[in-house]
DNA sequence: CGGGGGCTTGATGAGACTCAAGAGCGGTGG
DNA sequence: CCACCGCTCTTGAGTCTCATCAAGCCCCCG
C-alpha cells in the first residue's frame, strides 16, 4: 500500500489527481482547493461516518479501501459502495448523511470542508463537471450492481465481484491475472447481498472448476479471464478491462 | 394523464417546471434551451433507447412512466430505474446508451439535442447545478433500491414499493391514502428482482393482513400509512413522505 | 361465445440461509 | 519451542423462501 505522509504530501505528487475530483483543475484552482483540503487516516474498521450524521466535509480516498453500506434496524446490511483510491465521498448540497461509511483497510482521506467545498465547486466549472461526471459512473456502476443482486445467482455474483477487483487492481502475468482481493469475505457477502457461508462455498467450487487459483484466502489468480466473463453472465459486451 | 400538446407546449406552462432539469434557469436560460428542445410521444410498450444504442439526446419525463432496465444474454433482466414526471433520461458526455429506456404509459419527453445540451450545460451552471442533485438525489434512492434487492424479503419489497409510489404518487384521503400503481404485476416484479408469481401472492397477503387495500389490480388504498412503514422494514427515520 | 392479456392460485423443487462444528493461521506467552 | 487463544474462513446438515411449472380466473374486446 502507499504510504501517504500528511505533513508532506501536496497535491503536485498526489497518486490519484489523474482520476480524482481535481483531475481537471488548473494550478490557479488546485491552489483555492489545497487551501481547504486536510489529510486524515483511520484504521482497519473504523468507522468514518455513520448514517445520519451531519457531514461537515466531503472527501477523496487517496489509499486504502472503504465501504459505503446502509443497515436495516434487525442488523442486516447491505454494502452499496465500495471505495477505492480516488472515489469520492459525500455530496455538496446534503448535510446528513445517508449511508455509513468505514475503513476496510488502513485508509487515508483528503477531506475538505463542505461549506469552503461548496463555494469553490460553484465558482470553478472544472470541479462541477468533473463532478457530475464522477457521479454518472457511479450511478451507471451501481445501476449495473443492481442487476447483480436482483437477478444474479451465487456464482454468477461472485465471478462478478472478481471481475469487479479485476479491473481495478488486476496485474496481468502473461496469460493470467492476479490479484489481492480488498475485502474480507464477511464484506464480501455483504456487498453481494448474500451470507459468508454461500460466499466460502462458491469461491470453493470456482476454485475446484479451474476459473480460479487461490493462495492464502485473498491472494487470487485468474488463468483464463474468458473463463471468468462467461461465469459472470454478462453480455460479453461492456464486460472488458479499461 | 395530463394531455400534452407538443405543438404548443412551452416553458412557461410546463407541467414539470419545478423538478425538472431548468428548474433554476432564469428567463434567458429557459429562451436558450428552449431552441433545441422537442418534444416526442411514445405510445405504452415502445422502446425510448436501446442499450448499446448511440445516445443522440437527453431528455426529461413530462409525463407517462417509462423504464430503465437491464437484461442479461438468457433474457434475465432488472429494472433499474422508475421514470416518473420531471425524471431525467441520459448523461451529457457518454454516447452509447447503457441501459434500455421503455415507455410503460403513454409517454412524452421533452427531448434536447446532447451535443446542444452540452454546450448550455458549460455555459449556465444554473443548469449545471440542478444536474448535479438530480444525479446525487438519483443516486441516493438507487442506494436504497440495492438494499431492497439485497436483504429484504419479498413481503418487504413489495411494501417498500408501495411507499415509493405513494411518496411520489399518493393522494391523501383523511387517515388513508390513494394511488394507482404506475406499473403492472410484470413491471413490479422486474423492479423488486422477483417472479410475477411471488409479486401477487404477496400482494394478496398484504391485502389478506388489512395492510392494503385493492380496487381492481391498480388502484390500492393504504388503510394506515405507519403499518405499512412497518412491513417495509425500514429505520423509522428517513422513511416519511416529503 | 371464444380468445387473449393480465393476474391469481396451487404443487413441487432448487438454491441460498441458518445453525453448528471444525480447520487454518498468526500471535502470545509460558 | 510448543501449547493456547482468537480470528477468519471452511464444511456439513437441515430448513425455508422464493422460483418454476402448470392450471385456472377475470375482464375486456371482438
Redesign the pocket.
Known sequence: MIKIDSTTQTCSNCPIRPRAICSRCTGEELDELGKIKYYKTYSPGASVVLMGDPMTFVASVVSGVATLSRSMADGRMQMVGMLLPSDFIGRPGRDIASFDVTAVSELTLCHFHKRAFEKVTSSTPHVQERLVEIVLDELDATREWMLLLGR??????IASFLLICARRLGTQEGESLQMSLPL????M?DYL????????????ALKRDGVLV?E???KVTIPDLNRLLDEAGDDSDGATLP
Chains 1, 2 share one sequence.
Open positions: 444474479k445467482t451465487a456464482r454468477e455474483k474480507t469475505r464477511d464484506a457477502s447481498g448474500l451470507t459468508i457461508e454461500t460466499v466460502s462455498r462458491q469461491m470453493a487461490l492464502g484466502t485473498r
